[in-house]
């Protein structure tokens, strides 16, 4: 079992950076490929980024690709998300979601692959 616990989320202004954390605990939870999703309310939830366990791969989807960057420290067991340049439209709740995995470099986008989710952290920006 693995427990996700997000913060850092928060009001700002358009333009302005936000830095999300996910701590993680449980059994093996640095064998985990990890990923960051969103949900506007209306919508449903949305790929964000992903990061593989080793923390040599990742992937981001369009609407975030060189504004948003995400890591992790497996000393700390925690993954952030680097928020750049934010929209409007970025507002949402979001999630991360951890994934095990024997690959180092595996990498995971639809949320049917993560069986482990965080309680979410609320994002509003404001125009």
């Known amino acids: 079992q693995v427990q996700l616990v997000e913060s850092g989320g928060g009001l700002v202004q358009t333009g302005n950076s936000l830095r999300l954390s996910c701590e993680a605990s449980?059994?093996?939870?640095?064998?985990?490929?990890m990923g960051w999703f969103r949900q506007a309310p209306g919508k449903e939830r949305e790929f964000v980024c992903a990061?593989?366990?080793?923390?040599?791969?990742?992937y981001y989807a369009d609407s975030v690709k060189g504004r948003f960057a995400i890591s992790r420290d497996n000393a700390k067991n925690t993954v952030f998300l680097q928020m750049n340049s934010l929209k409007p439209e970025d507002t949402a709740v979001y999630y991360c979601?951890?994934?095990?995995?024997?690959?180092?470099?595996?990498?995971?986008?639809?949320?049917?692959?993560?069986?482990?989710w965080g309680q979410g952290t609320q994002v509003t920006v404001s125009s």
């Open positions: 990061i593989s366990w080793s923390g040599t791969t990742t």
């Open positions: 979601a951890a994934a095990m995995t024997y690959s180092s470099t595996s990498y995971y986008f639809t949320p049917s692959d993560y069986p482990y």
């Open positions: 449980g059994r093996t939870s640095s064998r985990a490929a």
